[in-house]
Structures are given as structure tokens and as C-alpha cells.
């Protein structure tokens, strides 16, 4: 039961984290097409994108491992092989796919801006926000536990 427990939890987070890849896709491909004209997203690439979002999520689950802290060299290698997984998944599947076609050479700079910068708020928000909020809730824990 604890293998299905576990598994699940992990189904849960990994979901977590490919929707919110899954939205910024769908966002950035919604407003590409919306600036060029266009007021539909196929069907067939709202599932591309989805898949894609849902590769590079479950590549993060292997390379943080739930339960593990990172620092130093581990966490910097790490982040490096996430970053090339994150850029490979979506910029790789913008060109296979061809999402963002037609938009300006000036449009695609701004687009991979805009993943670079959201790949940094995912990490942001993992690696340093969440684990300031768990050292706060440790410490207001053992402030109870002695009382």
C-alpha cells in the first residue's frame, strides 16, 4: 500500500508541475496566434504541448528526486541538466511541432525570454521559496512542540 501511496504523491507533484508548463505553453502559443491574427489553437497541438509539458515533468521528478535536498556542485548540476531538459522539451518541441510558426525572428527572441525567464521562477520557487516556507513551519512546529 505505501508503493501506491508513494506513487500517486509523486503522480500528484509531477501533474503539479506539468500543468503549470502545460498553461505557460498553451498562454504564450494563445498570444502568439492572437498578436498574428489567428483566434484558434488546434486540438492536435494543445495535446503536443501537454505531452511535452508532461515529458519535461516527469524528466524533473528524476532529477530532483521528491524527499532530497540539493546544494552546492549537485544542486548546480542539477539545475544545469533540468535547464537543458527544459529548453530541449520546449524549445525542441516549438520547432518539431512548429507552434510559434510565422511569428518574427524579434517575437521568437521574446518568446524564449519569456521560457527562460519562467524556467527561472520554477526553480525560484522549488529550490528557495518552498524551502524557506519549510524551514519557517519547522521552526514554528518545534516552537509549539515546546510549549
Sequence with gaps: MQKFINFYSWGVNMKFHMGIYAVALIFFNGLARWLMGERTIPILALVEMALAAAVV??????????YQEWEGRALTRRTALWVLVCNLGFLGGSVVFQWFHGVPLWGMGALVLGMEAGIFAMWFATHVALKKESKW??????QYQSQ
Excluded at 57 to 66: G, L, V
Excluded at 137 to 142: Q, S, T
Aim: net charge positive; charged share 25%.
Design 57 to 66: 515533468a516527469m524528466a524533473e521528478s528524476w532529477i530532483f528526486p521528491r
Design 137 to 142: 513551519l519547522n521552526y514554528k512546529l518545534k
